[in-house]
């Protein structure tokens, strides 16, 4: 059974909003630390999964290259990520977050994890596995839109 036009495009203005207002909210977010801005985040979550290259960290967080090496030498400069020789390739470098930076992840999503709870008053725990798990399902139609086959997965908001 198909969406209909209609009701397909209700859903993406309705997302719209949505990523408008998530946007907006993205913004007033206070700092886990003075030198690294919010823009940052999806980077250090992304480092979560283990020492990476800077290609691999772009194309997990979805951006440039260019814009990725800027957020990480600020990162570097903060003392919570560092560049390491690639084990694999003495010529290459790795990203890994120092334990400054794994302890802002950690705060970071228990930050998150507890304002989402205190937007979900009123919602049951049905209800928000439910969403979550259309979300999930929404999450993979874009990646499959995207044509990209990344190893982030859920782990690169």
């Known amino acids: 059974m198909s969406v209909s036009t209609k009701v397909a495009g209700e859903l993406a203005t309705d997302l719209v909003h949505v990523v408008k207002k998530l946007s907006a909210l993205r913004n007033h977010l206070p700092r886990l630390h003075p030198a690294i801005d919010v823009s940052s985040y999806p980077v250090l979550i992304a480092l979560k999964q283990g020492d990476q290259r800077v290609s691999a960290i772009a194309a997990c967080v979805h951006s440039d290259i260019s814009t990725v090496s800027r957020q990480i030498s600020h990162l570097v400069a903060a003392g919570v990520a560092e560049k ?37 008053t009123g919602w049951t725990s049905d209800e928000v596995r439910d969403f979550t798990a259309y979300l999930g399902r929404f999450d993979q139609a874009l990646t499959h839109e995207l044509g990209r086959n990344t190893h982030c997965g859920k782990q690169d908001a």
Not at 84 to 112: C, F
């Open 84 to 120: 390491v020789a690639d084990p694999q390739d003495g010529r290459a470098q790795v990203v890994r977050l120092t334990d400054e930076g794994k302890q802002i992840i950690d705060e970071l999503a228990a930050r998150r994890a507890e304002w989402f709870r205190s937007m979900l």
